[in-house]
């Protein structure tokens, strides 16, 4: 029997804590295969961010810190710059990156910090039980928008990527989704380009936003979940590369 | 003068000075730029800093020096953003520090708790102006509450060194990176407008290191072992309680081997003086001065505010005495005199805040007036 598929190492062999039809799996699991496909699990260190995704080190089988709620590229930053040789990725949610940390990704992509972002985009606060987010969507329903975001009270969805293009020390930014298996597919290629450019030695920031499903918060099947980054989530995030 | 374990002996201190004036160039330098040299000499690999008065001299000072050592200086967005680099730099077994002064130290409060939470020896130092909010510029020591009483949030401590000089401030620099590296603990050099700010004759050398443990816990690439995990996050039920006893156990090797203080002229004193940084150097020549007038007056000065120097005290309040706390607050450190004092002798309170520096005639004074006529 011919083996298509399987678990690549540096993902690690245990239960998901995540829910059903979350995207964080598959988003751990694409940077586990490029991280071993690039053969770099011996140099990386990895930031978990506060969010869902803060037990990302019991997925991921690097080295890993965990850090507090958008600080992630400042700590990025200590790390890289008092170790060039090393690959620093930080993977982070739309609260804690767009929100609590808007200020830390701004000027880390402002002084064209050598680190690799995977900016997790799912329109919602998943661990806090799913409120607004500065990414939510208007019309949607949230904890703290119980009658859907409206862009007179609470402001519109928030374009973190298109905001951090405009920085000459942005080298690559890339929005992807994880709504198909041609998506996942063209999100490893951005992950893995963003790694490479680090491991080159490229000066700059590369940022990889993935619009990623959160069906429970969504209060939508998985299925649909999928449906909706596709058909309204990339009308206000448009996929593709945007600069680099 | 070095640091000094309950030094009584002036002769031994003076020798010591001598045999340092021979051996080592005296340079005069203010002590934001001695600080920050006793830094590099201590083998600090990275700085983050974020501008902020009166410890300004600091940032610019490291942003020369460090790239001319090959080392890592960040000017950072924030002092927010300035700690977070120093959780990142330590969390990689780097030697990391930042500096600020008293309203930038209040926004590190959150990464000092982290620090505190995952273990991360690091140094934070507090050129403290007056408060609370924007306060002023001038010297102050607004901020001892803050410093010895954790400031974050959490069950946690930090070590905070009070200097009163600037070649005591420089020989902290080292310590504060030795103590952060041995007991993996965030260490806060506690200085304040006039000590960032006065210029004084400095020797700069390096002392023999402790005997440090291994950084094994380091975020180095996991080649060829397992992955370490840097966090301070405890799910599992329990965890974060072993979590706090395996802390406090840290905290309690701390209390009983770390505390530093000097004294003087305590045995016979009917009046004990205590103050620490700048305002134990107004107290010793108020004291000097007291005692010339024949008082029986002599002074502590706690060198470590925490681990605080609570036996010392505690010892000299076994017979009466009336304790004179003298801070540039309006009463902090008084607390934890108090709490050494343990009701056994009077504790009162002079101070004076919000940039205002008590004379040492006005310190005499307030001695003279605990004299017994």
Known sequence: ?244 | MSLVVNSTNKKNMAAKNQVSKKAEKRILMCGNEALAEAAIIAGCDAYFGYPITPQNEVTAYMSRRMPEEGRVFVQSESELAAINMVFGASATGKRAMTSSSSPGVSLMQEGISYLAGAELPSVIVNVMRGGPGLGNIAPSQGDYFQATRGGGHGDYRTIVLGPSSVQELVDCMQLAFDLADEYQIPVIVLADGILGQMMEPVILNKKPSRKLPPKDWALTGAQGRQQNIVRSLWLKEGSLEQHNYKLRDRYEQIQKNEVLSEQYEVEDADIVVVAYGIAARIVRGAVTKAREEGIKVGWIRPITLWPFPTEQISKAADEFRIFLTIELSMGQMIDDVKLAVSGKSPVVFYGRAGGGVPAVDEVLDKIRQLTIK
């Not at chain 1, 869902?52 to 690097?62: G, P, S, T, W």
């Not at chain 1, 767009?98 to 990704?105: D, L, N, P, Q």
């Not at chain 1, 661990?127 to 949230?142: D, F, K, R, S, Y």
């Not at chain 1, 069906?215 to 058909?231: F, G, H, N």
Request: proline share 6%.
């Open chain 1, 1 to 244: 029997m011919k083996t298509v598929f399987k678990r690549t190492p540096t993902l690690k062999d245990c239960p998901t804590h995540y829910c059903p039809g979350c995207g964080h799996g598959i988003a751990h699991r694409l940077i586990a295969e490029v991280i071993d496909e690039l053969d770099i699990r011996g140099r990386t260190i990895g930031i978990a961010p506060v969010g869902c995704a803060v037990l990302e080190y019991d997925y991921i089988d690097v080295d890993m810190i965990e850090v507090a709620h958008g600080r992630a590229p400042a700590v990025a930053t200590g790390m890289k710059r008092t170790n060039p040789d090393k690959i620093i990725f930080s993977y982070q949610g739309d609260g804690d990156l767009a929100s609590i940390g808007a200020g830390e990704i701004l000027h880390a992509g402002h002084r064209g910090e050598q680190i690799t972002v995977i900016f997790i985009n799912n329109a919602v606060y998943g661990m806090t039980g799913g409120q607004m987010a500065p990414t939510t969507m208007i019309n949607q329903v949230t904890a703290t928008t119980p009658k859907g975001r409206s862009a007179a009270a609470q402001g519109y969805p928030l374009q973190v990527s298109e905001l951090l293009v405009t920085l000459p020390g942005t080298i690559y930014v890339e929005r992807c989704a994880l709504s198909s298996s041609t998506a996942v597919r063209n999100a490893k290629k951005a992950i893995k380009h963003a790694f490479e450019l680090q491991l080159d030695g490229a000066e700059g920031m590369s940022l990889v936003e993935v619009l990623s499903p959160c069906p429970t918060y969504w209060r939508m099947s998985p299925a649909d979940a999928m449906e909706w980054i596709e058909k309204e989530m990339t009308k206000v995030f448009p996929l593709g590369r945007l600069k680099g």
